[in-house]
């Protein structure tokens, strides 16, 4: 399990069983006396990330106005979704194959969801679209694309974020 997630945090997104044993310094056979294939190792992955990653998600909003709680849901989202990163990647490319890491995947995306109407229960009483927009802002995909295709760095990325999280919605849009 070490080995793996080793493999994955050094950016080794599709690691194959060999090249586990290999870091594990075991033999294939040794890996495969342990775990059933490679989806019980991913299983055991997000186990492991959901013990050490949750957290940061953890807690009840403050009592604040709505913008202080906006901007604190939008910082720990991102220290959440630096903390997942390599991890989360590696399953976006293997979801396809694996129907274990397309269940965390949901979950995940549920959860997230369900958060941001908890932290800002006003987006109840708008537009759906902006609601769906806001989702998407505050998404690891949002996050990913800003850090990796556009090669943000983690203060500008952030700071990308926050204004398109923050920015008040036009008259229109209420």
Known sequence: MQALLELVGDGILQPTAQQVAE???AG??????HVADMDSL?????ARLEAEALPLLRGDPPAAGVEKRARMLALRRIAFFEKIAPHKRSGTIQRWRSEFLRGPHGALVRALRADLLRWLP????????????????????AWDRLRTDQRLGRDRARDAILRTFLSPPSARDR
């Open 23 to 25: 870091t594990a310094g």
């Open 28 to 33: 294939i056979r040794s890996v495969f006396r």
């Open 42 to 46: 991913f299983a055991e992955m997000d």
């Open 122 to 141: 006003e987006l109840r009483r708008v537009p759906a679209d902006l609601v769906e927009a806001l989702d998407l802002a505050l998404s690891f995909e």
